[in-house]
């Protein structure tokens, strides 16, 4: 795929610090969200909300969902672009997509496609779309290219199921605990978007490396040095805490296949054990030299069934 065949008008365009990057030597996943939340700025001015995010707005955009594919990994150093279109728009919402660019090269980084609803900045009550933006949105109509697309995760509409309650019953394990500080939030007050996908990330250590290290032992070729990835994700924000709320943290997982764990996270209210927030992730055992996936066995899927968490859902 050539930069010319991708979609879009250009609403970020950066690079990879030193800063960006963990443990694995790529950019982290939180810092690919921050970026897209910037495109999305970008976006808004492409649809005539110049200043959605600003202190001062009568409308903003709150992101109510997001599909992401990590597609090739980005490291410090390397230059970025983003191009962006409207997918679809209805009277509140609409469905943006986002394709971060390596430009040397033309490929992809990775793809959202990104839930936004038009909604009031203070008490995030959704309200019609102007006529402009309704009237540029026609004009940057995209199609969904094949790369952007789900692949592994089901986009339909679904019934939440999270809940502390629930998450006690089920076993699952709590990767985070802790609140927002004001730096953990945009100027309206509400959880600035990547703080979900950052929480997780931090927490995951402990919960995964025993499946990877299940998928190791069972592997064909062992890796000297092993860490993970993920594929693809899907985020949806049920609720926004604030500066001062806490937030809680449990995943458990969901199943396996020949390369990938699926992995289900539950962001909950530990004071009213509502949730925030629920994700689905497909994650990589990741060869760190060789920088490919390790594949799950037959034999490490058997050992991984144990741990399997039994009507686990979004």
Not at 55 to 75: C, D, G, M, S, Y
Not at 90 to 95: F, K, P, V
Not at 115 to 120: E, K, L, N, R, S
Request: proline share 6%.
């Amino acid at each position: 795929m050539t930069p010319q065949s991708l979609p879009g008008v250009e609403i970020w365009r950066g690079g990879v610090n030193t800063w960006d990057c963990d443990e694995m030597g790529h950019m982290n996943v939180r810092h690919y969200v921050v970026r897209a939340q910037e495109g999305l700025i970008g976006m808004a001015a492409e649809l005539g909300l110049p200043h959605a995010f600003s202190p001062h707005a009568n409308a903003t955009l709150l992101v109510k969902e997001q599909h992401i594919r990590f597609l090739r990994e980005a490291h410090a150093g390397a230059p970025l672009y983003m191009l962006g279109g409207v997918i679809e728009m209805s009277e509140t919402e609409a469905r943006i997509l986002q394709l971060l660019i390596h430009p040397a090269s033309g490929e992809l980084a990775a793809t959202f496609q990104t839930t936004v609803v038009h909604a009031t900045p203070r008490d995030g009550q959704p309200f019609p779309w102007p006529r402009v933006a309704r009237e540029r949105a026609e004009a940057l109509k995209i199609a969904v290219p094949e790369r952007a697309q789900a692949r592994s995760i089901d986009l339909s509409p679904f019934t939440p199921t999270a809940s502390l309650a629930r998450a006690d019953a089920m076993g699952l394990a709590r990767i985070g605990l802790g609140g927002l500080l004001p730096s953990d939030c945009d100027v309206f007050g509400r959880m600035r978007t990547e703080q979900f996908i950052g929480r997780v990330s931090d927490g995951i250590g402990t919960f995964i490396h025993p499946f990877r290290d299940v998928v190791v032992e069972h592997a064909e070729h062992k890796p000297q040095r092993m860490g993970g990835a993920v594929l693809e994700y899907r985020i949806v924000h049920l609720a926004w805490p604030r500066a001062g709320d806490r937030i809680e943290i449990r995943s458990g997982l969901l199943g396996t296949d020949a390369r990938t764990m699926r992995v289900v996270h539950w962001m909950l209210d530990p004071a009213t054990g509502e949730p925030w927030g629920t994700s689905e992730a497909v994650a990589i055992t990741f060869d760190l030299d060789a920088r490919k996936v390790v594949p799950v066995t037959d034999a490490a899927r058997a050992a991984l069934a144990a741990h399997e968490v039994k009507g686990l859902a979004l």
